[in-house]
């Protein structure tokens, strides 16, 4: 099981919309740990991060100005397949992973009148991708995944 911090960068026509990082976490479950017998493991990646959060005031044509809050929210779940050879104290590793990523929105908008004005957006998407990266072992080696591993990746 691990548990770790993630960041979020959009790219193409999102970053057209929105420049921000999103900041988030992840947890993965593998049912078969990768093992000096069997190299290939499959597990579970559930993730949040939110993205886009603001609060701010426009000004208006009536000299008042229009509170607006807004935040951007990602959730997935991805079935991961993940190739490492074992041995040694660094551990490079091959993964690839398949599932859906949820999207949502919440804005509200705050009238002069102080009359909220509420908008939820929301939408599923299939979602696909591949990374690597290395594990260090920081603990005694247990292949009964009692060890301890510093864990550095990246997934596109």
Same mark, same amino acid.
């Not at 911090?5 to 947890?27: C, K, M, R, V």
């Not at 599932?99 to 009238?111: E, K, N, P, R, V």
């Not at 102080?114 to 599923?124: K, T």
């Not at 299939?126 to 005694?140: E, H, M, P, Q, T």
């Given at each position: 099981? &691990? $548990? #770790? $911090? *993630? *960041?979020a960068?959009?790219?193409n026509?999102?970053q057209?919309?929105?420049?921000?990082?999103?900041?988030?976490?992840?947890?993965e479950?593998? $049912?078969? &740990?990768?093992? !000096?017998?069997?190299?290939l493991?499959?597990?579970? &990646?559930?993730?949040?991060?939110?993205?886009?959060?603001?609060?701010?005031?426009?000004?208006?044509?009536?000299?008042?100005?229009?509170s607006n809050?807004?935040?951007?929210?990602?959730?997935?779940?991805?079935?991961?397949?993940?190739?490492?050879? *074992?041995?040694? *104290?660094?551990?490079?590793?091959?993964?690839?992973?398949?599932?859906?990523? #949820?999207?949502?929105?919440?804005?509200?908008?705050?009238?002069?009148?102080y009359?909220?004005?509420?908008?939820?957006?929301?939408?599923w998407?299939?979602?696909?991708?591949?990374?690597?990266?290395? !594990?260090?072992?920081l603990?005694?080696?247990?292949?009964?995944?009692? &060890?301890?591993?510093?864990?550095l990746?990246?997934d596109?």
């Amino acid at each position: 099981m &691990s $548990f #770790y $911090f *993630t *960041t979020a960068i959009p790219i193409n026509d999102y970053q057209q919309l929105d420049d921000e990082l999103g900041y988030g976490g992840n947890l993965e479950i593998f $049912f078969i &740990s990768p093992s !000096k017998p069997k190299p290939l493991g499959v597990g579970i &990646s559930l993730s949040y991060f939110g993205q886009g959060l603001y609060f701010y005031e426009d000004p208006c044509y009536c000299e008042t100005y229009l509170s607006n809050n807004m935040a951007n929210n990602f959730a997935n779940a991805h079935l991961v397949f993940q190739l490492a050879p *074992t041995g040694g *104290t660094v551990r490079p590793y091959l993964e690839t992973l398949f599932g859906g990523s #949820y999207i949502f929105s919440y804005s509200q908008i705050l009238t002069p009148a102080y009359v909220p004005v509420s908008l939820y957006i929301d939408d599923w998407a299939w979602s696909y991708g591949v990374g690597g990266g290395f !594990k260090f072992l920081l603990g005694a080696d247990d292949d009964n995944g009692g &060890s301890l591993y510093l864990d550095l990746k990246e997934d596109i």
